[in-house]
């Protein structure tokens, strides 16, 4: 199992839990050497008081982790980080935030940053599904993100891999590789347990129709907790789970810590 977890969440975000310090403690324990915070990044016009931090949190964001990481240096490496979707338009703000930041994982939850926003955690037709593959590869492309966080989410509470699902797998498997950015298996998904697909009990997301068709690509996988809790590190049965639903594939998994 990796030694790494770069997908870490704070309770800025305004939907996690504890103290920066506790996260820090928990990786400690669990045995990682190194402990990435990639919390749900600002949007200076779109405050969402439940779904990311405000923009005038965001000094305080990287002062406490920057104090922590010199506290806990020859303990565990800390990497300070932000978790954000990509839209053209906004494009300037998220350069301005990479460039305070070690590294930038792209989660693309909604379709844009505006109130009632349509979430790619529920879609509700086979277009949104195409929207969101598209809006994936538009970000990947911007060049700003170290790896794709949750590539399958949009088969949280769907219940069949349909045309557009499948199609969503090939556009999105096929631009990681192109452009050489890793794709995440993510832990928390496999923590919401399996469901009912058909005659067969799958994960939302890690979907595993979603990953057979990317073990057709050369394309390197990263294990994401996306804690949004200090306990959430501590618990290794999702991770070997997620092992357990891609061992017959042949997925290329990051051992290593890399950024
Ligand atoms: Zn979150
Ligand atoms: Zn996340």
Redesign the pocket.
């Known amino acids: 199992m990796p030694k790494y977890n770069y997908h870490t969440?704070t309770y800025r975000?305004g939907?996690?839990i504890g103290e920066d310090e506790e996260y820090i403690l928990a990786a400690i324990e669990a045995g990682y050497t190194v402990l990435g915070f990639s919390?749900?990044s600002p949007y200076r016009d779109f405050p969402h008081p439940r779904?990311?931090m405000d923009i005038s949190q965001f000094d305080e964001y990287l002062s406490s982790l920057k104090a922590l990481k010199e506290k806990y240096k020859g303990q565990i490496d800390i990497r300070i980080g932000l978790?954000s979707e990509f839209f053209e338009f906004n494009r300037e703000e998220r350069e301005e935030l990479r460039s305070k930041v070690e590294y930038m994982i792209l989660?693309q939850?909604f379709d844009s940053p505006y109130d009632g926003h349509i979430s790619y955690f529920k879609p509700n037709s086979e277009e949104e599904i195409l929207d969101y593959g598209e809006s994936v590869c538009r970000g990947l492309e911007s060049g700003l993100f170290t790896y794709l966080a949750h590539p399958d989410v949009f088969m949280n509470r769907q219940h069949e891999f349909t045309a557009a699902c499948k199609q969503t797998a090939h556009l999105i498997a096929s631009k990681a590789e192109k452009l050489k950015i890793p794709m995440e298996l993510n832990v928390?998904g496999a923590s919401k347990g399996k469901f009912q697909f058909g005659d067969v009990e799958e994960f939302f997301y890690p979907h595993k129709d979603f990953w057979k068709i990317v073990s057709h690509y050369d394309v390197d996988c990263v294990i994401g907790i996306?804690a949004?809790d200090p306990k959430d590190l501590l618990d290794k049965d999702n991770i070997k789970a997620v092992y357990d639903e891609i061992a017959d594939l042949n997925l290329h998994i990051i051992e290593e810590p890399f950024i």
Do not use: I, L, Q, W
Request: hydrophobic content about 5%.
């Open positions: 969440h975000c939907h996690a919390d749900h779904e990311h978790e989660g939850h928390r996306d949004h």
